[in-house]
T-cell receptor
Framework: GQNIDQPTEMTATEGAIVQINCTYQ??????LFWYQQHAGEAPTFLSY??LDGLEEKGRFSSFLSRSKGYSYLLLKELQMKDSASYLC??????????WGAGTKLIIKP | GAVVSQHPSWVICKSGTSVKIECRSL??????MFWYRQFPKQSLMLMAT?????????EQGVEKDKFLINHASLTLSTLTVTSAHPEDSSFYIC?????????????FGPGTRLTVT
């Protein structure tokens, strides 16, 4: 079956760095997305990885290892507004998004 | 670019009535649109994939006669919740895929919060 695993909840301190991990098992693979979702709002796009390696975009970076079925989202210089759920989603061979349950990130002052 | 709108943003209806939610891609054409439902503190649940000019593909457990989907044009898909009941109260989110872009990214609408009384 197809499966995405990510931690349910994480807590970090304002100004610090946090890494949110995601492992996936899909029928075929055509890339992986990270989305941010604030409570009561729709998800917003953060990153897309299809090749191995690190993609950096400002305070946020995303890493992919296809051989390990593993990705992480790295958030630096955490701000209170980064408190949100972070969704990992992999694209399978049918180009459908397989969603993880999301990681709720709590930022403390 | 890649803006998706939804209407209405929120709706309250009485049990037994039907509600239509519209999803529009404003600045691109979307052959494929997706409808999701999200209950409080839970992840997105894909309900159906809507393809322009053809019948929608429903996920297992989603009643196609209750959740009617119409994708009549490349910029509009509608979801009609028929004979709504309180358990249908949820956050409904649509997304659209920009087919010309090869990233297969889904662009999300702002969501519609449905409350059935």
């Amino acid at each position: 079956g197809q499966n995405i695993d990510q931690p349910t909840e994480m807590t970090a301190t304002e100004g610090a760095i946090v890494q949110i991990n995601c492992t996936y098992q899909t029928s075929g693979f055509n890339g992986l997305f990270w989305y941010q979702q604030h409570a009561g709002e729709a998800p917003t796009f953060l990153s897309y990885n299809v090749l191995d390696g690190l993609e950096e975009k400002g305070r946020f970076s995303s890493f992919l290892s296809r051989s390990k079925g593993y990705s992480y989202l790295l958030l630096k210089e955490l701000q209170m507004k980064d408190s949100a759920s972070y969704l990992c989603a992999a694209i399978d061979s049918n180009y459908q998004l397989i969603w993880g349950a999301g990681t709720k990130l709590i930022i403390k002052p | 670019g890649a803006v998706v709108s939804q209407h209405p943003s929120w709706v309250i209806c009485k049990s037994g009535t039907s509600v239509k939610i519209e999803c529009r891609s404003l600045d691109f054409q979307a052959t494929t649109m997706f409808w999701y439902r999200q209950f409080p503190k839970q992840s997105l649940m894909l309900m159906a994939t809507s393809n322009e000019g053809s019948k929608a593909t429903y996920e297992q457990g989603v009643e196609k006669d209750k959740f009617l989907i119409n994708h009549a044009s490349l910029t509009l898909s509608t979801l009609t919740v028929t004979s709504a009941h309180p358990e249908d109260s949820s956050f409904y989110i649509c997304s659209a895929r920009w087919e010309d872009r090869e990233t297969y990214e889904q662009y999300f609408g702002p969501g519609t919060r449905l409350t059935v009384t």
